[in-house]
Nanobody, 124 residues
């Protein structure tokens, strides 16, 4: 089992950058494929990005490609997402997620674990 705690959310202006972090508990973080999702007010939770257990493979939602970068540091049990050129419509609660199943399953079947989320507000 793993516990996930997100941080780094806040209020930024459109066009600004923000980096979110997700710290994981336990000694098996390096065996988990990780992801970021977000949920805007009144909308369903949506996939943002994922990264394989070894950091080699990454996937992104089309809407964030080029602007967002997911990364991880297994020595620190932490996964990050660097978000550049933020848009007002990207105001949402951002969630960290984890699975030990194959990486693609994080979107096809859903993660096994979720963090509590961190709020990102983007003003126009």
């Amino acid at each position: 089992q793993v516990q996930l705690v997100e941080s780094g959310g806040g209020l930024v202006q459109a066009g600004d950058s923000l980096r979110l972090s997700c710290a994981a508990s336990g000694r098996t973080f390096g065996t988990y494929n990780m992801g970021w999702f977000r949920q805007a007010p009144g909308k369903d939770r949506e996939f943002v990005a994922s990264i394989s257990w070894n950091g080699i493979v990454t996937r992104y939602a089309d809407s964030v490609k080029v602007r967002f970068t997911i990364s991880r540091d297994n020595t620190k049990n932490t996964v990050y997402i660097q978000m550049n050129s933020l848009k007002p419509e990207e105001k949402a609660v951002y969630y960290c997620a984890a699975t030990q199943r194959p990486m693609l399953s994080i979107t096809t079947q859903g993660p096994d674990y979720w963090g509590q989320g961190t709020q990102v507000n983007v003003s126009s």
